[in-house]
């Protein structure tokens, strides 16, 4: 299995910006990509953004293209997702989670293993 574990949410003014973290552990070998999700309240869970785990190569919901950048770090079993610019819409319960095929796919079913996820609330 492999564990997950958010941080870095918190409360920001439009415009802000906030960086989240997702540590991995476990059977990391298995990880083919990763990526964020997030649910507002009385929402469904969305895609923001994934990224392959050795190529690297990176995918947006249009949502947040331009606006926020996902890195990782193989070597210390991280990944990032960079916020700028951020709006009062971005308000949600942000979700670290991970897959072990390369395809990348935006709907949450498609993943196998989830974080607890991080609160990140934007004020107008």
């Known amino acids: 299995q492999v564990q997950l574990v958010e941080s870095g949410g918190g409360l920001v003014q439009a415009g802000d910006s906030l960086r989240l973290s997702c540590a991995a552990s476990?059977?990391?070998?298995?990880?083919?990509?990763m990526a964020w999700f997030r649910q507002a309240p009385g929402k469904e869970r969305e895609f923001v953004a994934a990224?392959?785990?050795?190529?690297?190569?990176?995918y947006y919901a249009d949502s947040v293209k331009g606006r926020f950048g996902i890195s990782r770090d193989n070597a210390k079993n991280m990944m990032y997702l960079q916020m700028n610019g951020m709006k009062p819409e971005d308000t949600a319960f942000y979700y670290c989670?991970?897959?072990?095929?390369?395809?990348?796919?935006?709907?949450?079913?498609?993943?196998?293993?989830w974080g607890q996820g991080t609160q990140v609330t934007v004020s107008s």
């Open positions: 989670t991970s897959k072990n095929t390369v395809v990348v796919r935006t709907t949450p079913h498609d993943y196998d293993y």
């Open positions: 476990g059977r990391t070998y298995s990880i083919a990509t």
């Open positions: 990224i392959t785990w050795s190529a690297g190569r990176t």
